[in-house]
């Protein structure tokens, strides 16, 4: 992370503090993870060079440059046409070989599918029955869950042993 640029992610009002612990808003009502949120749950997805990542809420395009840098395949789903296009743009702009879609992450990427690993950094109401999961990470406002409120242990306890986005 500390390769990252993070004030390239984050809009102009709030590039002075682009490098404090705190998310900052990004425009359209989102935010930018805190450092530690990405830190924490790029650590706990386990992320390995060569792996293949669907990002559900690209926002600035952030924790997206974190896992390529890392070496992962990223595929990266934002359903706000603007902060997809931004997001596009500071890719290119700055080399980051990320695969980005406009469009609702809760239907996933099958055309890419499977997936070592799914991050949700975007909020919905619940996790869509569309995904089999050995192991999903999702933001938090309790340990792993700002964005779906999820049992964590009854999640892993159902976990498959392959990662299935789609169909």
Not at 1 to 21: K, L
Not at 89 to 102: P, Q, S
Request: charged share 15%; glycine share 10%.
């Amino acid at each position: 992370m500390a390769t990252i640029d993070r004030h390239m992610f984050v809009p102009e009002p709030f590039t002075s503090r682009a490098y404090e612990d705190c998310a900052l808003p990004i425009g359209k009502g989102q935010t930018i993870s805190q450092p530690y949120t990405v830190a924490f749950m790029t650590q706990v997805l386990g992320v390995k060079e060569g792996d293949r990542i669907l990002e559900i809420g690209t926002g600035s395009g952030y924790q997206a440059a974190v896992l390529a840098a890392m070496g992962a395949r990223v595929f990266s789903m934002e359903r706000n046409l603007d902060l997809h296009g931004s997001a596009r743009k500071m890719f290119d702009r700055l080399g980051y070989r990320v695969a980005t879609k406009c469009g609702d992450g809760t239907v996933g990427w099958s055309e890419f599918a499977p997936f070592n690993g799914v991050m949700v950094t975007a909020g919905a109401p619940d996790i869509p029955s569309r995904y089999s999961v050995s192991w999903l990470m999702v933001e938090s406002s309790s340990f792993l869950s700002a964005t779906w409120s999820v049992n964590l242990s009854s999640l892993l306890q159902n976990a498959a042993n392959s990662l299935t986005v789609g169909n």
